[in-house]
RNA sequence: GGGCCUGUAGCUCAGUUUGGAUAGAGCGACGGCCUUCUAAGCCGUAGGUCGUGGGUUCAAAUCCCACCAGGCCCGCCA
């Protein structure tokens, strides 16, 4: 009962409802007999409920667990190019997605798909056959990155001979070796982040080993049909709301291929084979046959992309009624002068790399530099537009990564300066402010995986550290048994938070 | 033409889904606080037509309608 109310903004209280909200006079009468509650005030047309300490103190941060199955995709970038912090800002979004979603459900899978068979990879691959590496940097992926701006330049001129490369690519998977050294590369990055996946999926396993059965099977059970007439002759469409997903020159559109990926995700399809390494299942065809049989697919995919997704949405909720299919949709970071653009190249200077060591100049540190990032990433709402400002991004001060991180060494050196044993007597109401974490912690994370939005999380350790650094400036803790417990149980939330965060702690700055 | 997202303090953002207590933070400005657990901190002051106009309601930043501004999507591209 307790548990669906709105917490307290009041000092002092646990629980607030407006009387106004309250049509049966029952709720109040179990209100008041629940075991859990000390006391009812009527305030200002609100009952205030107080709940008894013991309570409080024995909260944690244990959820409920569902049995389900949970696959979560991203950062999913084109293997011809570094991560810029548009791609790190998807990461970032779905690593910490998958973190939390993890507090929730017992089965949860991060999914890598390789676009290696992609339109972008054989413009970079035909120019890197022909002309070598032409750019200058120790990194593959960044060099390839700058060389990409340039075939792009040539790509009307020579788009046949491209078009070419990508047909052979398809047949023969020549660009394979070329799309690991980049991905390689990028994959320094992602470990540099603390970005992890656990199936990695590429597009050319798909075409191989899922695409053909996959499609017979969608024909076999009526859900695509072939057009002899009109504009779309020729072409395969999906019966449900007519997208093409067959060209009429037999090869598969964009949509085509996602949809078969996603029906695998979900189950519906078989036939991908993978091989472990590491930990990590990656597709290949001299593998052994795996299926994910997804309960809840979600997809970390830029808002750019509403419209596919949403027919995707359609689609999947169509043939499979009883799969959740969700498009964790995010706005893009720009700079003030416009949009990232790997055409244009305007991400030079911008990759997720120079971002790392930026902030490792200006601080000197590794995880203050990527707290800074993270939390300044993070805590944006993804769906709003982030406009990406250096001194904002590596700020140190108030409202930051590195914030966090203070507060958090603040804790970690009061409890080494520790004269007395912890242990809770009679709480205050500042200690009970505080104990009230964990009531925020639950509807915060409902919050999150509702809404799927982890700047919710991102909020709730802002201000968990700001209501801290206020209680440690007017109360001496060390040496007071009953605040030394509450800090302890207060730095175990706080840690918890800080990795859902994707945060790494330290313990002295 | 159709659809989606955004608009809250000088700046960057919470709060909008479930209408309700004086609309909250940070940065920047100004003024305080280090012989006491980390001052990358804390406390205080100034700063608001919640894009505009209607409507619903006892009550609207929040719900409905129209409009304005910025961004994005509507292909046998990906």
Redesign the pocket.
């Known amino acids: 009962m307790i548990e669906t109310l ?1 917490v ?3 000092r002092g ?1 646990e629980y ?1 409802i ?1 009387l ?2 309250v049509k049966d006079q029952k709720i109040l009468d179990i209100i008041s007999n629940d075991p859990r509650v000390e006391r009812l005030d009527l ?4 009952i ?1 409920i107080r709940i008894k300490e013991d309570v409080l103190l024995e909260s944690t941060a244990k959820l409920e667990i569902l049995n389900k199955r949970v696959s979560i995709e991203y950062p999913s970038v ?1 293997p011809n190019k570094p991560w810029h912090i548009g791609h790190l800002r998807n990461a970032l979004i779905g690593e910490s997605m998958y973190r939390i979603l993890k507090q929730r459900y017992n089965q949860v899978y991060r999914i890598d798909y390789i ?1 290696d ?4 990879v054989a413009q970079s691959f035909w120019y890197f056959r022909k002309f070598g590496l032409t750019s200058e940097h120790p990194r593959f992926d960044h060099a390839i990155g700058m060389d990409y701006v340039k075939a792009n330049q040539m790509f009307q001129e020579h788009e046949h001979e491209i078009r070419e490369v990508l047909r052979e690519m398809e047949e023969n998977n020549i660009a394979r070796e070329f799309v690991d050294r980049v991905l390689g590369d990028q994959l320094k990055t992602a470990q540099l982040y603390g970005i992890g996946t656990d199936i990695r999926v590429y597009e050319s396993n798909i075409k191989l080993d899922l695409f053909n059965q996959g499609i017979q099977e969608l024909k076999r059970n009526g859900y695509v049909e072939y ?1 002899d007439s009109g ?5 395969y469409v999906t019966k449900f709301n007519r ?2 997903i067959i ?3 037999g ?5 085509g ?1 996602d949809i078969v990926f996603q029906l695998w995700k979900a189950g519906f399809l078989s036939g991908l084979k993978f091989v472990e390494q590491d930990g990590v299942k990656i597709s290949n065809t001299n593998g052994s046959i795996y299926n994910l049989n997804s309960d809840i697919i979600i997809n970390v995919i ?7 997704q ?1 027919e995707i949405k359609e689609l999947m909720n169509n043939m499979l009624p009883n799969k959740e299919y969700h498009h964790l ?1 995010y ?2 970071v ?1 700079l003030r002068e416009g ?1 990232f653009s790997g055409r244009k190249g305007n991400w030079l200077g911008y990759t997720a790399d120079d971002l790392y060591n930026e902030g490792y100049e200006r ?3 590794k995880e ?1 530099s990527l707290a800074a990032i993270k939390f300044y990433i993070l ?3 993804p ?5 990406f ?1 250096w ?2 991004a590596l ?6 990564g ?2 966090l991180l ?2 958090y ?2 804790m ?7 004269s007395v044993e912890p242990k809770p007597k009679s709480l205050d109401d500042d200690d009970r402010e505080l104990m009230k974490f964990y009531l925020h912690y639950r ?1 915060s994370m ?2 999150a995986i ?2 799927l ?1 982890p ?2 999380v991102a ?1 709730l350790s ?1 201000k968990l ?2 209501e801290f ?2 209680y ?8 007071n048994p009953t605040k030394l417990f509450v800090l302890k149980r207060l730095k175990d939330l706080y840690e918890h938070l800080l990795y859902l965060l994707t945060i790494p702690t ?4």
């Open positions: 709105e307290s903004r009041l209280y607030s407006n106004n909200r305030i200002n047309g609100y205030n084109n676009d068979l992609g339109l972008q057009v504009d779309l002759k020729g072409t997208k093409v060209r009429s020159d090869t598969a559109t964009y949509l291929k830029g808002i750019e992309q509403s419209q596919h949403q949709a706005q893009r720009r949009h601080m000197n540190n203050l805590r944006h709402n769906k709003t537009e982030v406009v400002d001194d904002k700020n140190t001060q108030g409202g930051s590195v914030y203070y507060t060494v603040r970690l050196s009061i409890e080494r300066n520790a509807a409902d919050k509702k809404y939005d700047s919710v909020e802002l550290a700001e650094n206020s440690y400036s007017k109360h001496r803790i060390s040496n330290v313990t002295s700055i």
